[in-house]
């Protein structure tokens, strides 16, 4: 099941759903339908019994479903791991809950820091089979990182929360200045939570804090020109940048630009604001057509190889600080 299925699911209430297993590309997504989900099954009655990360245990929440809540006969069970949990286990526990006759099952299952994301799919792979039982309300969910017509309603929803008045366009630039990462941008949101007053751009602008990610965009545009790009980098290196989040920016850049070339070659260059998931302005929106149309599918294939080792470099702390000039060079090289 996709993110859409589970809105409908939630807007009727989270009608038929017993249990679920929450995972993907996006991490606040995960957390954030965790919470809408188990805050249905919360006001109906159920008595929670949570189980996060290094808490979890099996046979703690295996006694949840079969020995009945303490206080009724509806027992939540909510898990938040990091780590694989064996097939045998998530049998069992699902087994018991439809057994029980009532009870819920959420569990949330997250990329730990030393696994790559091949890795994490594989484990979540192994972990779908013991949820694909729909007729019996057991679903799994896999969550992608949102475009723009995604996030929105997501950040019109914390906005109204918060109560903090904004306008459509600028949770927009908000969303853009955090590299399109619904968790950042949310955490951004909050800083407007002390104003009274509607938030202008100006605002916006003034205290709108990001990776730097025009800089990005110039050295990578820098790069594909085939210009002398060192002394840009230079002056990005020096204001500090966290790499994790630097090697989801230039992967995502990438993405977009190969996107732009699959829809290109499929459905020629008409409605290329389609694949981006948003339309930008026609300067940017050409620039970016020029850049992905002169790209090769096999330097692609390339370019996202260079990509996933530099992530799993720096998992394992291999960089030293150097991951982004090397990787850089490499990409230059593919594209001589």
């Not at 919470?35 to 990360?53: D, H, P, Q, V, W």
Request: glycine share 6%.
């Amino acid at each position: 099941m996709y993110k859409k299925e589970l809105d409908a699911k939630l807007a009727s209430n989270a009608s038929g759903i017993r249990a679920i297993l929450l995972y993907g590309a996006d991490i606040f997504l995960i957390g954030h339908y965790g919470e809408k989900i188990a805050k249905i099954f919360l006001e109906k009655g159920y008595e929670k019994n949570s189980f996060y990360f290094g808490e979890f245990d099996f046979e703690n929440a295996l006694s949840c479903f079969s020995q009945g809540s303490l206080f009724g006969d509806a027992a939540l069970v909510w898990i938040k791991v990091d780590k694989k949990i064996p097939k045998k286990q998530l049998d069992t526990l699902v087994e018991s809950l439809l057994k029980n006759g009532n009870g819920a099952l959420i569990l949330e299952f997250y990329q730990a820091d030393n696994k790559t994301i091949m890795e994490y799919m594989a484990d979540a792979k192994s972990m779908v089979s013991s949820f694909n039982q729909a007729k019996n309300g057991v679903f799994e969910v896999r969550f992608f990182a949102p475009n723009f017509n995604e996030a929105m309603p997501i950040l019109q929803e914390y906005a109204k929360e918060l109560k903090i008045k904004i306008p459509n366009f600028l949770l927009h630039r908000i969303f853009e200045q955090q590299n399109l990462d619904l968790g950042l941008s949310i955490a951004e949101l909050r800083k407007y939570g002390i104003f009274d007053q509607e938030i202008t751009a100006e605002i916006v602008d003034n205290l709108g804090y990001g990776l730097g990610s025009v800089e990005v965009d110039e050295i990578l545009e820098l790069l594909l020109l085939k210009k002398p790009y060192f002394d840009k980098l230079s002056q990005f290196l020096e204001q500090g940048f966290e790499e994790k989040q630097l090697i989801s920016v230039v992967q995502k850049y990438f993405f977009v630009l190969f996107l732009l070339k699959i829809h290109i070659r499929l459905k020629g260059d008409s409605n290329l604001a389609e694949a981006l998931g948003y339309n930008p302005p026609k300067a940017i929106l050409e620039k970016k057509k020029a850049f992905a149309t002169m790209i090769k599918e096999t330097q692609y294939e390339s370019i996202f190889f260079i990509l996933n080792t530099w992530r799993e470099e720096s998992f394992k702390g291999m960089n030293r600080g150097n991951g982004f000039l090397s990787t850089l060079i490499k990409i230059q090289a593919i594209l001589r």
